[in-house]
């Protein structure tokens, strides 16, 4: 059957969720109005800039172009989930050390988007970190410190 | 923007998708890479949507010996990854890593990219070249269609609204065989302007026996080079041919989409660039292979 409300379950950093949501209703506006975490931000909004990117299933995915009904029984991590006790995550930690960022408006989603490149690839060459990070847009910094983020990051790791 | 209201309906099998788009009032959202885009930019609306995520049976690859079927709900990133579609299908991984970027690759579908049949989509000229199959399904069963008579005109297809792309076919080359893909974007990745796969059989003297060009971003949808096609049969692939033939793709090309991004005639150079370098590799692979 289908219907015009839905009840969406999902994980969001680490912490279950149960909203009713119109269909129609993107994934990224749950997480900033529903939940309240607008740390994941929207930029152009159609898929091209990369600053709604979080981590759905271990797996990038733009928030934007992602309805909130798609991510019913999904894992969901967004930038407030990725610090823990201990302190902020290893790739947030080199992203300050290199002064990756300016406004900080796009880092949330090169924080996604690093996260997951670093899980499949520990050492990946500037090559990879650029092709990787092709599709996230930054309009302050230029993208040398952040290519130097992610290698200080994977150096870091190991 | 926000899309317009629509209601949804998720569902696990073939059989109930195709009950749910009986009607042709609803439509199948796979991936959502470019539909909910486009719902959200209200270029294009829906009554109900149907989420085929679910349906499982759908994501498969089975690389047999002649003919590589894959299941329309099959993950751009999948294919990336896959090293036996790799050895297989070269030209398709090679397509697979070049759509849009990781984020996009991670949910969007091969069914997807083709159903939505943009001029600048990658994976219909590959399907092309390779003598694909679209494998659709609707309430009489399921039928076969030659990718040559899928791709009707701008993002516009065979599938009825009654029905879903269920699975492509791909003939693999031949043992004296080469494919590659190569395209032209404005930056290293990103939105191909002009592109082209092209996979080419060579006789036991070493001369082209047979080709197929698909081509993507010089028509309103993916086209064959059936000119430089024909012009290839028994020509020696060298340097010299090679050009000629790439040429030769695009001399006919009547209808090459302009925008801001490329006019006609700047995509038509970069379509015969595309056309020499895919040929070149794929001659580079028969060879070697």
Known sequence: MDTDFAVVELTVNGIGHRVGVEPRRLLVDVLRED??????????????????????DGAS???????????????????????????????????????????????????????????RNAKPSEAEIRAALAGNTCRCTGYQHIVDAVVRASEAAS | MKPAPFRYQRTTTVDETVAALAGGRARVLAGGQ?????????????????????????????????????????????????????????????????IAHPAV????????????????????????????????????????????????????TACGPDELVTELRFRRPGPRGGAAFHEV?????????????????LDEGGRIAELRIGLLGLAPTAVRAERAEGAAVGRAPEAEAIAALAADAVADLD?????????PALRRSLGRVAVRRALAEAVRRAEGS
Do not use: K, Y
């Open chain 2, 255 to 263: 209808d090459i989409p302009g925008d801001v991004h490329a006019s």
């Open chain 2, 185 to 201: 974007s404005r930056r290293a990745r990103g939105w191909g302007l002009a592109g082209a796969c092209a996979v080419v059989e």
């Open chain 1, 35 to 56: 939940l309240g975490l607008t740390g994941t931000n929207v930029g152009c909004g159609q898929g091209v800039c990369g600053s709604c990117t979080v981590l759905v």
């Open chain 2, 34 to 98: 470019s539909l909910v885009a486009e719902l959200c930019a209200r270029t294009t609306s829906a009554e109900v949507l149907v989420d085929i995520a679910g349906v499982t049976e759908l994501d498969h690859v089975a690389v047999d010996a002649d003919v590589v079927r894959i299941g329309a709900l099959r993950r751009i990133a999948a294919l990336e990854d896959d090293a036996e579609l790799a050895a297989a299908l070269p030209a398709l991984v090679e397509c697979a890593g070049r």
């Open chain 2, 105 to 156: 690759r991670n949910r969007g579908t091969i069914g997807g990219n083709v159903a939505h049949a943009d001029p600048a989509s990658a994976v219909p000229p590959v399907l092309l070249a390779h003598d694909g199959e679209v494998v659709l399904t609707g309430p009489g069963g399921a039928r076969v269609l030659a990718a040559d008579a899928f791709f009707t005109g701008l993002r516009t």
């Open chain 1, 61 to 119: 995915a733009r928030s934007c172009l992602m309805l909130a009904v798609q991510a019913h029984g999904a894992d969901v991590v967004t930038v407030e989930g990725m610090a823990t006790a201990a302190g902020v995550h290893p790739v947030q930690q080199a992203f300050l050390d290199a002064q990756a960022q300016q406004c900080g408006f796009c880092t949330p989603g090169f924080l996604a988007t690093t996260v997951e490149l670093l899980d």
